[in-house]
């Protein structure tokens, strides 16, 4: 897809639980039915945060405060041990 068209979007979600692969799948699967490129589709641990993992994708370009919230719902709705999220948006750096 053309990358003018798409955004990117970061997502961490906070468990209360230590994140397990389990979790890994989840953040995988909901990034996967917001993305427009699965291939641009990844999730992740950081070592500093075990109680969280983090997912990246491209959606097609939109108003952030447009999509915010069906982003948010989407990664709640299937997370287990989930107690909070964040969502930003980081800019593509410029050819």
């Avoid at 950081?46 to 989407?74: L, Y």
Wanted: glycine letters at 2%; one cysteine or more; proline letters at 5%.
């Amino acid at each position: 897809m053309n990358q003018s068209r798409q955004m990117k979007v970061c997502v961490e979600i906070e468990l209360t639980a230590p994140s397990a692969s389990k979790h890994l799948r989840e953040m995988e699967s909901a990034a996967e039915r917001m993305s427009d490129d699965l291939s641009s589709v990844r999730s992740w641990v950081n070592k500093e945060k075990p109680k969280s993992v983090f997912a990246e994708f491209t959606m097609p370009r939109a108003r952030q405060t447009d999509v915010v919230g069906r982003i948010m719902h989407e990664f709640a709705l299937y997370m287990e041990d989930y107690s909070t999220q964040s969502v930003w948006f980081p800019r593509s750096p410029k050819k």
